[in-house]
């Protein structure tokens, strides 16, 4: 089955940075569109990054352009997001997110997301 894992959320100070991983499997990697997003305490949740299935275009938020860095390696099926110079703005639980198509359709994977707290 589809599974996504995500790892490398924690504390960190303000301006610091922090590299989240997302682990998948179950599903051809390098056929599925990529994304992040977050989720703030009494927030809906909202797009960070997205990378498509090979890599080539990536898309960011307006709040976080010039500041996180989406990746993917599909030989280690693993999607990346480098967050530098974080703010106490995005303090949030990072979800990862595969599309993955099957046919004419599409279905939407999550995973359990990984809590990122910037903080002094």
């Known amino acids: 089955q589809v599974q996504l894992v995500e790892s490398g959320g924690g504390l960190v100070q303000p301006g610091g940075s922090l590299r989240l991983s997302c682990a998948a499997s179950?599903?051809?990697?390098?056929?599925?569109?990529m994304s992040w997003h977050r989720q703030a305490p009494g927030k809906q949740r909202e797009l960070v990054a997205t990378?498509?299935?090979?890599?080539?275009?990536?898309n960011y938020a307006d709040s976080v352009k010039g500041r996180f860095t989406i990746s993917r390696d599909s030989a280690k099926k693993t999607l990346y997001l480098q967050m530098n110079s974080l703010i106490p703005e995005d303090t949030a639980v990072y979800y990862c997110?595969?599309?993955?198509?099957?046919?004419?359709?599409?279905?939407?994977?999550w995973g359990q997301g990984t809590q990122v707290t910037v903080s002094s």
């Open positions: 990378s498509n299935s090979a890599g080539g275009i990536t």
């Open positions: 997110n595969a599309r993955v198509h099957y046919g004419l359709g599409h279905t939407d994977y």
């Open positions: 179950g599903f051809t990697f390098s056929s599925a569109a």
